[in-house]
């Protein structure tokens, strides 16, 4: 049973439940009180031209440690600086070393939406991160099953956060079409596997170009050649890019590229 994707949940459920007895939903419905919040999804679909929804984090299961010296909000401040659209700030503990508490740090010093990107499997998640001031929410299509995901995309409009719908095979873009208010990532990632191909979108796309928001690529991206090559053969100009920025020895410039591609 046990590939990657797998562990990830099985922890994350202990993880809440941890949380769950430290902090009653109470507690966080007074914290969100507390924060403000930015429309993610009306930020990606007002722009006109190429929107990076650049991530910060220092690891990943695939990768090891991304960033030594990591500090999270000298990489915001430079991903603000240089022309992001939005932010995904990696929230899982285990396997991506990440914080909640760097959405909050986050938010204190810049004006920018901000994803949450975790493992969400249970509705209190959602409620746990806005606490913090996430403005959008991630849904893995492979991590959960229907009524679970339904639950947790009502759920975050309710909140009115935005929602990610991620898939990455033909069947799960075909699941993700009736989350018509939501935007729909394809992860070139295989989360099972942990094999990338950035032609995953382009077989993807003919499934969802019907879908009425915001459609991005994610995972594998290595370059403003591999954004263009997507957006010549989908027209998709949304590109959630963590790695290659993160590793770049000249991150402002490779973010300068990006945004040009369609020009």
């Given amino acids: 049973m046990t590939n990657i994707l797998e562990k990830i949940v099985a922890e994350k459920k202990r993880s809440i439940e941890s949380i769950k007895k430290k ?22 679909e007002k722009n006109k031209g190429v929107s ?28 603000v600086e240089n ?8 929230t899982e503990e285990n396997y991506f070393l990440g914080k909640l508490e760097h959405i909050q740090d986050i938010k204190k010093k810049f004006k920018i939406p901000i994803l949450a990107k975790d493992f969400f499997i249970d509705p209190y998640q959602i409620a746990l991160s806005k606490s913090y001031g996430c403005d959008c929410i991630l849904i893995i299509i492979a991590a959960l099953d229907e009524g679970q995901a339904e639950e947790i995309y009502s759920e975050a409009l309710k909140q009115n956060l ?21 935007l729909i990532g394809i992860n070139n990632r295989n989360l099972k596997t942990l094999e990338v191909s950035i032609n995953n979108t382009i077989s993807i796309f003919e499934v969802i170009k019907s879908h009425k928001g915001p459609v991005l690529s994610e995972s594998g991206i290595k370059n403003e050649n591999d954004a263009k090559y997507i957006y010549q053969k989908t027209g ?23 945004i040009q591609i369609t020009q």
């Fill in 236 to 258: 998709i100009k949304n590109f959630l890019i963590g790695e290659s920025l993160l590793k770049s020895d000249k991150p402002e410039e490779l973010m300068k590229r990006l």
């Fill in 83 to 90: 022309g992001a659209t939005c932010l995904s700030v990696l």
């Fill in 23 to 44: 902090k009653s939903l109470s507690i966080l419905e007074e914290n969100i009180k507390e924060q403000s919040f930015l429309n993610f999804k009306e930020t990606v």
């Fill in 52 to 79: 990076v929804i650049s991530e910060i984090k220092k690891a990943s299961p695939s990768a090891g440690v991304l960033v030594s010296n990591f500090n999270h909000l000298d990489i915001a401040k430079m991903y």
């Fill in 162 to 182: 935005s929602v990610i719908v991620e898939v990455h095979d033909l069947k799960e873009a075909e699941m993700a079409l009736k989350y018509d208010q939501a």
